[in-house]
C-alpha cells in the first residue's frame, strides 16, 4: 500500500510537471496557472518525502 501510494504521488508530480511545462510554453510564463502548477509539486514533493521518511524509519521500504 505504501509503495503504491508512493507511487502515485510520483506521477501527480510528472503530471504536474509536464503541464507546467505546457502551461510556460502556452502563456509564456504570464498566467497564474504556471505558478498553481509549480505549488501543487512542491506540495506533492513534500509528500513523497514525508512517505519515504515514514517507509524508511517503519520498516515498510527496507
Given at each position: ?38 505549488k ?22 527496507s
Amino acid at each position: 500500500m505504501l509503495k503504491f501510494a508512493i507511487a502515485l504521488v510520483f506521477l501527480l508530480m510528472l503530471t504536474s510537471l509536464a503541464t507546467g511545462a505546457g502551461f510556460l510554453l502556452r502563456d509564456g510564463g504570464a498566467s497564474r496557472r504556471l505558478l498553481v502548477s509549480l505549488k501543487l509539486r512542491v506540495a506533492c514533493a513534500l509528500v513523497l518525502l514525508a512517505l519515504l521518511f515514514y517507509g524508511f524509519y517503519y520498516g515498510g521500504l527496507s
